[in-house]
């Protein structure tokens, strides 16, 4: 059983940096992509950042300059530091991996990213 579980929301102004931290279980889960959703109130899920196994990295043009995707293929854990923080930025933030060979995607349960003006 595969499960994933982010660490790291809370509250920060306006300017401020936060960073998100995805942990995997399971022993033998061989993740090819990894990386990080968000989803405001009233709004759709939206990708923030995910980067590949071979480390190409694809990022929402309203981050890109501030937040940086990273993830340790050994510890198949990932990490999104975000900068200049904005409260337009406020929202669950969710990672998100799919299994390599299986295509099999998974989600972690969100953290909380809340920026005040």
């Known amino acids: 059983q595969v499960q994933l579980v982010e660490s790291g929301g809370g509250l920060v102004q306006t300017g401020g940096s936060l960073t998100l931290s995805c942990e995997t279980s399971?022993?033998?889960?061989?993740?090819?992509?990894m990386g990080w959703y968000r989803q405001a109130p009233g709004k759709l899920r939206e990708l923030v950042a995910i980067?590949?196994?071979?480390?190409?990295?694809n990022y929402a043009d309203s981050v890109k300059g501030r937040f940086t995707v990273s993830r340790d293929i050994v510890k198949n854990t990932a990490y999104l530091k975000m900068n200049s923080l904005k409260p337009e930025d406020t929202a669950v933030y969710y990672c998100?991996?799919?299994?390599?060979?299986?295509?099999?995607?998974?989600w972690g349960p969100g953290t909380q990213v809340t920026v005040s003006s």
């Open positions: 998100y991996a799919d299994e390599s060979f299986t295509g099999r995607q998974f």
């Open positions: 399971g022993s033998s889960f061989r993740a090819n992509y």
């Open positions: 980067m590949s196994r071979g480390s190409s990295t």
